[in-house]
């Protein structure tokens, strides 16, 4: 029974030491402006988070602790933690559009060099290739002009075999009548 007792009593002061510790921590992080969280609380503690999350105390002792503007121990300015991620994505942001922009003109100059040695090698298109492709574009819309054309014709041709027949089929039913 007497050693019972004496277990009790060592398990009370070892969760006493823990949990004082726990609290050192959460001053020591607060005083020196650090982040707060339950992470880093319980690895300056020395302990494991759940000990944090198990007592309810301690829990809200890191999360009221967490929520409390920091004090400035600083000369300079400071800024919060809210425009410190707002900075962060606005620069993720444009070291995206960045990214982005100069894919875009190593394309292009990749395309500019390569058509350079084509040329020089002797390998690229002939030299009036604009005119050429002005040529082919004037060709391809005079050709959709005959297409038209002719398809209008077609009709016109399809009509006049139709109004033929109905003029050969009058003449027929004339002469068949007496």
Do not use: C, F
Not at 103 to 121: D, F, I, K, N
Not at 152 to 165: E, H, I, Q
């Amino acid at each position: 029974m007497n050693s019972a007792k004496h277990l009790t009593d060592a398990r009370h002061q070892d969760s006493q030491r823990r949990r004082t510790k726990v609290l050192a921590a959460l001053d020591q992080l607060a005083a020196s402006g650090a982040d707060i969280s339950v992470s880093a609380v319980s690895r300056a503690a020395g302990v494991h988070r759940s000990l944090i999350y198990r007592h309810p105390d301690l829990h809200a002792a890191v999360t009221t602790r967490a929520a409390e503007p920091q004090i400035n121990t600083t000369t300079g300015p400071t800024a919060s933690k809210q425009s410190l991620l707002a900075d962060i994505a606005n620069l993720t942001d444009r070291v995206r559009r960045q990214d982005t922009h100069i894919r875009h003109l190593e394309q292009r100059l990749a395309e500019t060099l390569g058509e350079q040695v084509w040329q020089r090698a002797g390998l690229g298109g002939p030299p009036d290739h604009d005119a050429l492709q002005k040529r082919i574009s004037h060709l391809e819309q005079h050709t959709t002009e005959l297409q038209q054309q002719l398809a209008d014709r077609d009709d016109d041709l399809d009509a006049a075999r139709a109004a033929n027949r109905q003029l050969i089929a009058s003449l027929n039913n004339l002469k068949d009548k007496p």
